[in-house]
């Protein structure tokens, strides 16, 4: 089992930054890919970026490209997102996700292929 803990949320006006983190437990943190995705109020969650166990491979959703990059520590068992440009459209709750069996290719983009979430952090952006 392993448990995910996000933080790093917070209020930022437009055009600000954020870093967010995800803690986790565990000794196999190493084998994942990771997971960034967000769900805003009455939306379904959303895919924002993943990236490879190795951190060699990275994707991210269109919206965000240019404006987030995800990273991952592995000898400190996290992995980040860090949000520049912020908008109002990127307020949502940010959830961190682990895909247990990865594929050999890019990390994936379904919510469903991920097994292991944390519990989410509130990102707030005004305008």
């Known amino acids: 089992q392993v448990q995910l803990v996000e933080s790093g949320g917070g209020l930022v006006q437009a055009g600000g930054s954020l870093r967010l983190s995800c803690a986790a437990s565990?000794?196999?943190?190493?084998?994942?890919?990771m997971g960034w995705f967000r769900q805003a109020p009455g939306k379904e969650r959303e895919f924002v970026a993943a990236?490879?166990?190795?951190?060699?491979?990275?994707r991210y959703t269109n919206s965000v490209k240019g404006r987030f990059t995800i990273s991952r520590d592995n000898a400190k068992n996290t992995v980040y997102l860090q949000m520049n440009s912020l908008k109002p459209e990127d307020t949502a709750v940010y959830y961190c996700?682990?895909?247990?069996?990865?594929?050999?290719?890019?990390?994936?983009?379904?919510?469903?292929?991920?097994?292991?979430w944390g519990q989410g952090t509130q990102v707030t952006v005004s305008s």
């Open positions: 565990g000794r196999t943190f190493s084998n994942y890919d």
């Open positions: 996700a682990a895909d247990r069996f990865p594929p050999s290719s890019y990390p994936r983009t379904e919510e469903g292929m991920y097994d292991y």
């Open positions: 990236i490879s166990w190795s951190g060699g491979r990275t």
